[in-house]
Each structure stands twice: as structure tokens, then as C-alpha cells.
């Protein structure tokens, strides 16, 4: 059973072991990730993993939802934006910007789920909530563009909430198996129609 550390000491020692767990994970994968290779790079004792971690899985787990929460806070700020066309436009194109500073590394969640979410149950739910989240925040922005009236009547915030998501996710893999940051550009350009289509025309 996984214990929260009660301790600065020892909420230190539970970062650095997930730190590197997720560390590895995203260089290796899951499959290339053993607790001995997260022991050795935490600099982490066998009882000290076990006494935060009941088993790889448990571990695996903790790493999905760092990924979760460190992938919906790197975009916060950009999301806080997407309730304008100006604001939309600036977060499509820090994605992009992102794939090709970093050589394409994809989506870590999109990642992630392909490892986990056929072997872990637990996993797979957090690693929905995790797009979740992040599709409420798209209609959030989308939502608040309806309620200024700068949508048509019949466009859904949540049915584009979804598409844009959608659309970003398959960028965002084609982008990395690929090694082309273009097709993340190719998605971008496609969610931005997408909501311009759904647009009203501006008042004179």
C-alpha cells in the first residue's frame, strides 16, 4: 500500500524517486524502466521505494499523474487565452513552437497511454482525466466566446472542445512518429478553421 511521506525528509525522498521514475519513462518507456534503474537514479534504497511505492505499477501510476499535472501546467497560462481568436491562435502556435524547439517529442500523455492504458485500469482513468481536464479547459475558453455572442448559435463549445483535442492529439503523434513538426502545424491550422467556421461575422 502506498503511504504519504509524513516528513519534509521524506516527501523529499518520494519526489526525487517519482522525479526519476518519470525522468526515465519519458526516455526509455515503460517497458525500459525497471525499479532498479529508478532506485539507482534517485540514489533511493529498495525499503525507501517500497515504503511510497506498494509496486511498479503503483509507481507507474504516480508517474501518470505527474505527466497529467506537469503537461496542464506548462499550458495554463496559454489556455487562459484560448477565449479569443488572437489568444486561440497564440496557444496553436506555442504547440507547434514546442514540437520543434524539442525535435518532436509528441503529447507525454498521448505517450503514456499507449503504454498503460491496456495493462492498467487505473492508469487508463488517470490518464482520461488528465485529457479531461484539459478539453474542459479548451470549452471553457470556447464557452466564454459563445457567451460574448462571437459564435454562431448552433456551434457546440463542447463538441469543438472535443474536435480541437482531438485534432491536437493526432498533430501532435503524427508530428513525433514522424519526426516532422509540419503536421503539428497541419493540426493547428485545421482547429483553427475549425473555429473560424463556427464564428460569427464581426458587427460592423
Known amino acids: 500500500m502506498e503511504k504519504e511521506p509524513r516528513t519534509v525528509r521524506g516527501r523529499a525522498t518520494r519526489k526525487r524517486i517519482l522525479r526519476a521514475a518519470t525522468e526515465l519513462v519519458a526516455e526509455r518507456g515503460v517497458a525500459g524502466t525497471s525499479l532498479d534503474d529508478v532506485r539507482e537514479l534517485a540514489h533511493a534504497s529498495k525499503s525507501q521505494l517500497y515504503l511510497y511505492f506498494a509496486d511498479r505499477d503503483a509507481l507507474l501510476r504516480a508517474v501518470a499523474e505527474s505527466t497529467c499535472e506537469t503537461v496542464l501546467e506548462t499550458q495554463a497560462d496559454a489556455l487562459a487565452g484560448f477565449d479569443s481568436i488572437t489568444g486561440i491562435e497564440r496557444y496553436l502556435d506555442a504547440i507547434v513552437a514546442l514540437q520543434i524547439e524539442r525535435n518532436t517529442p509528441g503529447c507525454p500523455i498521448g505517450s503514456l ?23 474542459l479547459s ?49 493540426a493547428a491550422d485545421t482547429v483553427l478553421g475549425l473555429i473560424e467556421a463556427a464564428r460569427l461575422a464581426p458587427k460592423p
Open 113 to 135: 497511454a499507449g503504454q498503460l492504458v491496456e495493462r492498467d485500469e487505473a492508469s487508463r482513468l488517470i490518464l482520461a482525466d488528465g485529457l479531461e481536464r484539459w478539453e
Open 138 to 186: 479548451l470549452r471553457a475558453g470556447l464557452e466564454t466566446m459563445a457567451a460574448r455572442e462571437e459564435l454562431r448559435p448552433d456551434a457546440s463549445p463542447s463538441l469543438l472542445a472535443t474536435q480541437t483535442l482531438m485534432l491536437l492529439q493526432g498533430g501532435l503523434l503524427l508530428s513525433q512518429v514522424r519526426r516532422d513538426p509540419s503536421q503539428m502545424g497541419i
